[in-house]
């Protein structure tokens, strides 16, 4: 059973005195668990839009998104967010780490939020930053004190440390340098053969593609090619 | 976590913050300031009537309080004077209250007489302590007097005034008395129209024997008199026992009055300091909004951003409330044991039955009050922001530039 089964999804941005905007346009994609995908196209393909919906973070004007077998249309507000909770995790281009907690802390939010217990989250909170290299001496250090690259893998850290089955990253190494950017990718990567989640990239980052065992191009709100290279 | 996060979050812009404490600390300065010196003038109000105006519990003959006429008095009062004598601790003074007339040789004006057992009466009423020149009732043939009718009389110490009554005969009574002390109890009604004399030269000029017109009992807590009264009212049968809520219905008017304004000037301050939260807390989830949306992209239900915001104005409402409580505290304490002396505008107070010198005072259960009408204010006025940030459409908020 795919892990995302969209199914015809259209997306149209509708504002007041202004020509309707196809975000996306009947845009039918199954995704399999396990699979290393990355969303790659121009700007205002429909990338974060796909990416988006996909999370149950936007609905689609049409057409319908499933998700580990959940239709995301019949859930309400307060649904989605319990299923992004517990199923999703999410990597955003810019860190987006709470400024006033520690890394740890971060990282931990979720888990909080899940009701995991407090040694049980301690627990996985330090395995999750150790396996994804932050050294035990940043833990309690704020974002700010944190260099880009450490930002992103605290916020990789948090989508991961639940071992949701999929996880969506947005552009997650446009504000990293190419090592970092590869140090990072590498460990989503060793998470994704080991682990088994699911990962789906908006991108543009090459990087990205070279890793990618699925690569769907989109132009204008529609697939273009879908290929496994 | 979310405790956590609220009280970092207060810091991240500790000018603004530092702006919200001290605006919370002033509202609630303001409104323990206010209650401090509201609680003084209640209390000089109600120990003023008590020590002054009329007794704490009142037994007179029916109808005398409304009628004080020279034939309403109480038939028996030998029996009731040895039934009170019994109650051992009670505080009492059998009084003869005429309605006369007072003139010296350049004047006249009308007087209430208080024919009085002095040591009786040093029981129940501080005129005693009051007197500022001479001294209380030591004998028969004297009289004591308020400092205004001594100005509006022109009599000085020692010298002598004749009191007229009309007797129970309905005959003019008139009598001659010496001056032995002149009293200013700050309170203008008593000060310019009462007079002391002992309770048997009161009784001759009445044509009284051993009848009384009333017996003032003294209570050390004024809430008692109620049930007391209640207690008298049964065992004293042919007489009206009053407390003195009922005595005093002004004063109990002025201090529902003041507690009236209390609320308003509370509620007044209240809302400026709701409407600074909602300002400034408006600001705050504005300055938040790609945080906020990260936040419930992550999935935390709008319940825990409602419930960040609303702690975080906890926060800030208990530092204001303990900075104001302090300050407040640091204000009123030292006038609370000094006193505050109001006598430049002691005319218009006495009119009030207040002294000149008050001593604001805060209860615990004041501060109390104050500090949950403030934090309830504060939890009240952060629901907008809160509830408008927990609403925000998370693919817009995580986008938001």
């Known amino acids: 059973m795919p892990i995302v089964l969209a199914n015809q999804l259209t997306k149209i941005y509708r504002e007041k005195d202004a020509v309707p905007v196809h975000a996306l346009d009947s845009v039918s994609l199954e995704i399999e668990p396990g699979e290393f995908t990355a969303l790659v196209g121009p700007s205002g393909s429909g990338k974060t839009t796909l990416l988006n919906i996909i999370g149950g973070l936007d609905t689609p004007t049409e057409g319908s998104v499933e998700v580990d077998g959940k239709n995301l249309g019949t859930l309400n507000k307060r649904e989605l967010a319990a299923f992004r909770l517990h199923h999703l995790g999410f990597v955003f281009q810019a860190y987006n780490l709470v400024p006033v907690l520690t890394a740890e802390e971060n990282v931990a939010f979720t888990l909080l939020l899940r009701g995991v217990d407090k040694q049980k989250r301690q627990n996985m909170v330090r395995d999750e930053l150790e396996a994804l290299g932050i050294e035990k001496e940043l833990h309690r250090r704020r974002p700010h004190k944190l260099s880009g690259g450490q930002q992103q893998r605290v916020a990789v850290a948090r989508a991961t440390v639940g071992e949701p089955k999929l996880i969506l990253a947005d552009e997650p190494t446009a504000n990293l340098d190419s090592t970092t950017g590869k140090r990072l990718l590498d460990k989503m990567k060793s998470m994704n053969e080991q682990k088994g989640i699911t990962f789906i990239f908006s991108t543009h980052d090459p990087l990205v593609m070279e890793r990618a065992n699925r690569i769907v191009h989109l132009r204008d709100g529609k697939i273009i090619e879908d290929k496994r290279p | ?401």
């Open chain 2, 1 to 401: 976590m979310i405790l956590t996060i609220a009280w970092r979050n207060i810091w991240r812009n500790k000018r603004r913050s530092f702006v919200l404490i001290i605006t919370i600390a002033i509202g609630s300065f303001a409104i323990l300031g206010t209650q401090a010196f509201v609680n003084a003038f209640e209390r000089q109000m109600v120990n003023g009537s008590l020590d002054f105006q009329t007794a704490s519990v009142e037994i007179a003959a029916p109808g005398f309080r409304t009628q004080p006429s020279i034939d309403s008095f109480i038939e028996q009062g030998d029996a009731l004077e040895s039934e009170l004598k019994a109650k051992i601790g009670l505080k009492w003074s059998p009084r003869v209250l005429l309605q006369g007339m007072a003139s010296s040789p350049e004047s006249a004006t009308a007087a209430q007489i208080y024919g009085v057992v002095p040591e009786r009466e040093r029981s129940v009423s501080l005129i005693a302590d009051k007197i500022i020149e001479g001294t209380f009732l030591t004998q028969e043939g004297q009289v004591v007097i308020g400092v205004d009718m001594a100005d509006h009389l022109d009599l000085r110490l020692g010298e002598k005034m004749v009191l007229m009554v009309s007797g129970l005969s309905k005959d003019i009574n008139a009598n001659a008395f010496r001056i032995i002390g002149i009293f200013q109890s700050g309170y203008q009604d008593v000060d310019k129209m009462r007079v002391y004399v002992s309770r048997h030269d009161a009784a001759r000029l009445a044509e009284y024997d051993q009848q009384l017109n009333m017996v003032a009992i003294k209570l050390d807590d004024p809430a008692q008199a109620e049930p007391l009264a209640n207690q008298l009212a049964l065992s004293t049968p042919g007489c009206e026992v009053l407390h003195w809520r009922q005595l005093n219905p002004f004063l109990v008017v002025s201090l529902e009055s003041f507690k009236y304004n209390v609320w308003i000037f509370g509620g007044i301050m209240l809302t400026a300091i709701a409407f600074s939260i909602i300002n400034i807390f408006l600001m705050v989830i504005f300055e938040r909004v790609r945080e906020i949306g990260i936040t419930l992209a992550l999935g935390a239900p709008p319940r825990v951003i409602r419930a960040m915001l609303i702690w975080e104005t906890l926060f800030v409402g208990l530092l204001g409330c303990f900075v104001g409580s302090v300050t407040a505290f640091a204000f009123i304490h030292p006038l609370t044991t000094g006193g505050l002396d109001l006598s430049i505008v002691s005319e218009g107070l006495g009119r009030f039955g207040i002294s000149p010198i008050i001593h604001p005072f805060v209860t615990t259960s004041d501060q109390v009050l104050a500090v949950l009408m403030t934090l309830g204010m504060s939890v009240l006025a952060s629901l907008y922001p809160a509830i408008k940030a927990s609403r925000f459409q998370v693919v817009d908020a995580i986008h938001f530039q």
